[in-house]
């Protein structure tokens, strides 16, 4: 039973070895520690042997392989922890740890008087080697404990929880192999003397799940590859117990198509974690540059909301004076000069227009955009907007008509300014855009979704919208792509003012068309009784 206990242990740091290497993702102390359970597993097949058989030459074999273990765990202190001179180190190690894996091999170098047991398979004398090889071990344990001390001292965070869980089976590993190689023994409990090798399994175990855990974050994934170390131990251990030649065969390919399967499945899962990790990485990665996209265009909108009201001032100026000299205020202008005084009162109210237009566009992204409600007659604000046009179509020799029912409308409770800007930029872009003809403004009072609500409709004949710029009438910027729309001076931004005004007044906009040159429809509909959002 000792024997089974010990192949067993040996096939699971086997196994651990092999989940390192494939599931590790870096590759810091990886391969070296790898190769420490593996070759914990072979000094376990030696004991096996040493057990199964009694023979002096497997005996001597089980120390020699018993040295490969200091070998590679220097190695893996050094690679992990980025000794400095590693290779002058990993060089003088490899000489010592050869003349020790070699001298078992050698007659009454490390043991001598070997003979068969019953209990512990084989019993030997020391040889004069037999301290030295001890002290190997003793002195590659002491230094490999110190550094991991210090180096988990100087650690914080999660890498100190990583070095504390390595540490931790460092030291059960080495308390339970100076239990049973040397405290039991001496006691005369002999046949626990090779469960040393099998202590190794508590270091392997704890360091394995520091190396991989954060890939064992899933439960679903630790289930599978313990199920898969299960597998492919209880295959291997099939082989051992099989009583015939024939069975051995079967049961040996057997674990070669479970360890096939299992090492592929693992690492499918494995892959799929990897992609999820990178998936998680990428997502930090995007929300981090989100956040500042964020800030940069708050940035963005403070500048601009800053910049409008410096701009506001000398072109209020600006538009007044130029009133007053078209009036005459300062004098009689002469035809030329009239003219170029014109010019500067046109294009100042068109500044005028587009500082505002960037006001109310930054005061919207910053969520400052304020409303006041309070009722109003749908009836005064459609007057106002067409008194104030008026002048504007009969320039360009169109009819503006405003049409509203004989009896008085319901009143609002909306903020009246801002729907008045609302309704004065579609009859102003309807006069725009409208060559010849006219543009009516119809008001009236009707049911929608069983509810009184006020309709205005601003009518024109000019240059109508096609299907493809219906979609994006009402987006940031949008102009449409039609030629004569494009000669015509504007931002683009008033439609996108007015259908975020309209729908904090409880409202809704859109606009009909038959299609190009076929004149256009926008629709405002406030409900007669509405509750504004603000």
């Given at each position: 039973?000792?024997?089974?206990i010990?192949?067993?242990?040996?096939?699971i740091?086997l196994i651990?070895?092999?989940?390192?290497?494939?599931?590790?993702?870096?590759e810091?102390?990886?391969?070296?520690?790898?190769?420490?359970?593996?070759?914990?597993f072979?000094w376990?097949?030696?004991?096996?042997?040493?057990?199964?058989?009694?023979?002096?030459?497997?005996?001597?074999?089980a120390?020699?392989?018993?040295?490969?273990?200091p070998?590679?765990?220097?190695?893996?202190?050094?690679?992990?922890l980025?000794e400095?001179?590693?290779?002058?180190?990993?060089?003088?190690?490899?000489?010592?740890?050869?003349?020790?894996?070699?001298?078992?091999?050698?007659?009454?170098?490390?043991?001598?008087?070997?003979?068969?047991?019953?209990t512990?398979?084989?019993?030997?004398?020391?040889?004069?080697l037999?301290?030295?090889?001890?002290?190997?071990?003793?002195?590659a344990?002491?230094?490999?404990?110190?550094?991991?001390v210090?180096?988990?001292?100087k650690?914080?965070?999660?890498?100190?929880?990583?070095?504390?869980?390595?540490?931790?089976?460092?030291?059960?590993y080495?308390?339970?192999?100076?239990?049973?190689?040397?405290?039991?023994?001496?006691?005369?409990y002999?046949?626990?003397?090779?469960?040393?090798?099998?202590?190794?399994?508590?270091?392997?175990?704890?360091?394995?799940y520091?190396?991989?855990?954060?890939?064992?974050?899933?439960?679903?994934?630790?289930?599978?590859?313990?199920?898969?170390i299960?597998?492919?131990?209880?295959?291997l251990?099939?082989?051992?117990?099989?009583d015939t030649i024939?069975?051995?065969?079967?049961?040996?390919?057997?674990?070669?198509?479970?360890?096939?399967?299992?090492?592929?499945?693992?690492?499918?899962?494995?892959?799929e974690?990897s992609?999820?990790?990178?998936?998680?990485?990428?997502?930090?990665?995007?929300?981090?540059?989100?956040?500042k996209?964020?800030?940069?265009?708050?940035a963005?909108?403070?500048?601009?909301?800053?910049?409008?009201?410096?701009?506001?001032?000398?072109?209020?100026?600006?538009?007044?004076?130029?009133?007053?000299?078209?009036?005459?205020?300062?004098?009689?202008?002469?035809?030329?000069?009239?003219?170029?005084?014109?010019?500067i009162?046109?294009?100042?109210?068109r500044?005028?227009?587009?500082?505002?237009?960037?006001?109310?566009?930054?005061?919207?992204?910053?969520?400052?955009?304020?409303?006041?409600?309070?009722?109003?007659?749908?009836?005064?604000?459609?007057q106002?907007?067409?008194?104030?046009?008026?002048?504007?179509?009969?320039?360009?020799?169109?009819?503006?008509?405003?049409?509203?029912?004989?009896?008085?409308?319901?009143?609002?409770?909306?903020?009246?300014?801002k729907?008045?800007?609302?309704?004065?930029?579609?009859?102003?872009?309807a006069?725009?855009?409208?060559?010849?003809?006219?543009?009516?403004?119809y008001?009236?009072?009707?049911?929608?979704?069983?509810?009184?609500?006020?309709?205005?409709?601003?009518?024109?004949?000019?240059?109508?919208?096609?299907?493809?710029?219906?979609?994006?009438?009402f987006?940031?910027f949008?102009?449409?792509?039609?030629?004569?729309?494009?000669k015509?001076?504007?931002?683009?931004?008033?439609?996108?003012?007015?259908?975020?005004?309209?729908?904090?007044?409880?409202?809704k906009?859109?606009?009909e068309?038959?299609g190009?040159?076929?004149?256009?429809?926008?629709?405002?509909?406030?409900?007669?009784?509405?509750?504004?959002?603000?």
């Amino acid at each position: 039973m000792t024997a089974y206990i010990i192949i067993f242990t040996g096939i699971i740091n086997l196994i651990l070895g092999i989940v390192v290497i494939f599931g590790s993702r870096t590759e810091k102390g990886k391969i070296p520690f790898a190769l420490f359970a593996i070759s914990t597993f072979i000094w376990s097949l030696a004991d096996f042997f040493v057990y199964k058989t009694g023979q002096a030459i497997s005996d001597k074999l089980a120390y020699s392989t018993a040295a490969l273990i200091p070998i590679f765990l220097l190695f893996w202190i050094y690679d992990l922890l980025d000794e400095n001179k590693k290779i002058l180190k990993e060089i003088l190690t490899g000489i010592v740890g050869s003349i020790f894996i070699i001298s078992p091999l050698l007659n009454n170098l490390v043991i001598t008087n070997i003979k068969p047991d019953s209990t512990t398979g084989t019993t030997e004398s020391a040889g004069p080697l037999f301290i030295p090889f001890l002290s190997f071990f003793a002195l590659a344990y002491l230094f490999v404990l110190i550094k991991l001390v210090r180096h988990f001292l100087k650690s914080s965070g999660e890498e100190k929880n990583r070095y504390r869980t390595i540490l931790t089976g460092f030291l059960l590993y080495g308390a339970g192999s100076i239990m049973f190689g040397l405290v039991l023994p001496a006691l005369g409990y002999e046949r626990f003397t090779n469960f040393d090798v099998s202590c190794s399994l508590i270091f392997v175990g704890f360091t394995t799940y520091a190396i991989v855990q954060y890939r064992w974050m899933n439960i679903k994934v630790v289930a599978f590859e313990l199920l898969a170390i299960f597998i492919i131990g209880a295959s291997l251990m099939e082989i051992f117990v099989a009583d015939t030649i024939g069975q051995r065969i079967y049961k040996s390919i057997m674990f070669v198509v479970f360890t096939l399967l299992s090492v592929f499945m693992v690492k499918s899962v494995l892959s799929e974690v990897s992609r999820k990790e990178e998936l998680e990485v990428f997502s930090k990665k995007l929300a981090a540059a989100n956040e500042k996209l964020k800030e940069l265009d708050n940035a963005r909108a403070e500048f601009m909301s800053f910049a409008s009201h410096q701009l506001q001032t000398p072109l209020t100026a600006i538009r007044g004076y130029a009133s007053l000299l078209l009036e005459g205020s300062g004098g009689e202008l002469l035809a030329g000069q009239k003219d170029m005084v014109g010019k500067i009162s046109v294009s100042s109210e068109r500044m005028v227009q587009l500082v505002e237009d960037y006001l109310n566009i930054s005061r919207i992204e910053s969520g400052k955009l304020q409303f006041t409600f309070s009722d109003w007659h749908f009836e005064d604000i459609c007057q106002e907007v067409i008194n104030t046009l008026s002048l504007k179509a009969k320039e360009k020799n169109l009819s503006l008509t405003f049409k509203k029912p004989n009896t008085p409308l319901s009143t609002v409770k909306i903020d009246g300014p801002k729907v008045r800007e609302v309704i004065s930029n579609l009859v102003d872009n309807a006069i725009k855009y409208t060559p010849s003809g006219g543009v009516t403004v119809y008001i009236s009072q009707q049911k929608a979704d069983d509810s009184e609500c006020i309709r205005v409709t601003v009518s024109d004949t000019g240059l109508g919208i096609s299907k493809e710029e219906m979609t994006y009438l009402f987006a940031k910027f949008s102009r449409g792509n039609n030629k004569e729309r494009l000669k015509i001076k504007g931002t683009g931004l008033g439609l996108y003012v007015g259908k975020v005004m309209i729908e904090a007044n409880g409202g809704k906009i859109w606009a009909e068309s038959e299609g190009e040159r076929k004149g256009s429809r926008f629709i405002v509909e406030i409900p007669a009784t509405p509750a504004p959002r603000r």
